[in-house]
């Protein structure tokens, strides 16, 4: 499709911006941290449960014991047991000083079998069942369900039984000290019960003991100033680069969206490939969007269209509302082997619309182009204004809908009338939050002086150079003219 700065009905390849630009950071204050993939969380092999073998024995022989020094013996080896409450309730029923009468149940049997239990690979216990970290959607963290659901009942998991998985990662911790992935696990649940301070010395621990959820997390809080942290990009990104070496697919992916960007790190295409990549191997639907993206522009790795549409495919078929966006576009154009097909474009963006929040707005954008051009679907403007609208007030990528908008008022469409002065406040609104098509048409309002707003060429270059660099065609025809302009007469001396 060739862009054109002619009306609105010439102007759709415009709005053909890439969803999700920019780092996970903007979304982890409203969504909490990210959640365990396959090799992230570092979860044991599935198999037989062994949780706290060693405590249940002892506690099996003290419990009904009527001797303080059995509770206490069972308090000295297990002090955050998950028995030490009830411990301490009987021993204090038995009387001041029932701590130090009584002969002491003997615990060297129950002491020889936690050595036993630490000596191998720690095996899945309720550690990992009831603090393991909520599963987002896969439109922004890696989920592994099918993997996931051996250990976790549900997708969410947002109301965790705090007490009984601090007990339990108490107890995992006890048993396997070198186990990093317990102590992140226990700083998931006391996170979750709102003692940040104890959730950061744990996921510190969990970090020094290699487990990359650990260091992922940490890395998000020191990056975002979280749970009272100071501000501190190379302490985050040192951590994230660990977590992402450890196999960690949201660090993965923050890194590479760093890359791909520019954002803290010199930009680098092909470094931004490699993260895409491995996250996308692992099974990330976004990492597998993002890399299709890069394939098709050919953008740090070799142009091609057909490897493009096979990883579009992949997010679509876990119902990532990206993935469905971009093979819905690749229909339109018909890239990658796919028949030019309008009708399975708008399915796929309906999918998307229907599905996870967090690409919503981009897709009823999308099905509000289609519907005011009568693409795949009847002609409607109303139709379209009305979808715009909607995506417009949305919560995330809501910039091209806003854009859109704006060009509606501009043109008099859909039941809007002729408004310049709405049309700029819409612009504004899509260039604020840094969408290429606002700038771009914010910036032309500038350079003909419309919409209550002065004639400055200025303001209008500023915001074509940035379009520009955010891959709007028309701004960088734009700029093209202006620099041309600006350049030499062939021949002529340049001192």
């Known amino acids: 499709m060739t862009p054109s700065t002619a009306p609105l009905a010439a102007r759709y390849a415009a709005t053909r911006t890439s969803a999700w630009r920019g780092s996970l950071l903007l979304l982890v204050p409203l969504l909490g941290m990210p959640a365990a993939g396959r090799a992230w969380a570092q979860q044991p092999p599935a198999g037989p449960a062994a949780p706290g073998a060693a405590e249940t024995a002892l506690w099996a022989e003290v419990r009904d014991s009527t001797r303080a020094g059995d509770l206490q013996a069972y308090l000295d ?5 998950l028995y030490a409450a009830l411990a301490r309730r009987r021993l204090a029923a038995l009387g001041p000083g029932a ?7 003997p615990a060297a049997p129950q002491q020889a079998a936690v050595p036993a239990l630490a000596a191998g690979p720690a095996p899945v216990t309720d550690c990992d069942r009831l603090a393991q970290p909520v599963h987002f959607h896969n439109d922004l963290f890696p989920s592994n369900i099918s993997r996931a659901q051996a250990l976790v009942d549900g997708v969410f998991m947002a109301n965790l039984a705090t007490v009984t998985a601090r007990a339990a990662c108490a107890r995992a911790m006890a048993d396997w000290p070198r186990e990093g992935r317990f102590a992140a696990y226990a700083g998931r649940a006391a996170e979750d019960d709102g003692n940040y301070e104890e959730a950061l010395r744990l996921f510190r621990l969990g970090a020094e003991q290699g487990n990359s959820f650990a260091q992922c997390w940490l890395g998000f809080a020191y990056m975002g100033g979280l749970h009272g942290l100071r501000v501190d990009e190379g302490e985050g990104l040192r951590l994230l680069r660990l977590a992402a070496a450890g196999g960690a697919p ?16 010199a930009k680098d295409e092909r470094e931004a490939v490699r993260w895409f ?32 549409v096979r990883w579009f495919r992949l997010a679509a078929d876990q ?11 690749a229909y339109e154009d018909g890239i990658g082997g796919l028949p030019r097909d309008d009708q399975e474009a708008v399915r796929l963006y ?6 996870n929040v967090i690409f919503r707005a981009q897709a009823q954008a999308q099905l509000g182009v289609m519907t005011a051009f009568g693409r795949g679907v009847a002609r409607d403007d109303r139709e379209a204004v009305r979808l715009f609208q909607l995506a417009a007030e949305g919560v995330f990528f809501a910039g091209s809908a806003q854009a859109w908008l704006g060009t509606m008022h501009e ?19 899509a260039a604020d939050g840094d ?3 606002g700038q771009y048409r914010l910036g032309r309002m500038y350079s003909q002086g419309r919409g209550g707003l002065p004639r400055d060429g200025k303001e209008a270059e500023r915001l074509y150079r940035l379009a520009a660099a955010g891959g709007n065609a028309d701004a960088q025809e734009a700029v093209k003219k202006l620099d041309a302009q600006r350049a030499p007469a062939s021949g002529q001396r340049t001192r």
């Open 77 to 81: 080896t297990y002090p955050q047991g």
């Open 99 to 105: 701590a130090a009468a009584g002969p002491t149940a």
């Open 250 to 265: 949201a660090a993965q992916v923050e890194l590479a969206g760093r890359y791909a960007d520019g954002t803290g790190v």
């Open 277 to 308: 990549r491995l996250a996308a191997e692992d099974g990330h639907a976004v990492s597998q969007a993002k890399l299709g993206m890069m394939l098709r522009d050919g953008a740090g790795v070799a142009k091609d269209e057909r490897e493009a």
């Open 319 to 329: 119902n990532s509302g990206i993935g469905q966006i971009a093979l819905g576009m």
């Open 350 to 355: 309906r999918l998307a619309a229907a599905g």
């Open 411 to 429: 043109d008099g469409r859909g039941g809007l009338a002729k408004d310049d002065a709405e049309a700029v406040r819409w612009y504004r609104k």
């Open 435 to 437: 969408d290429a098509l």
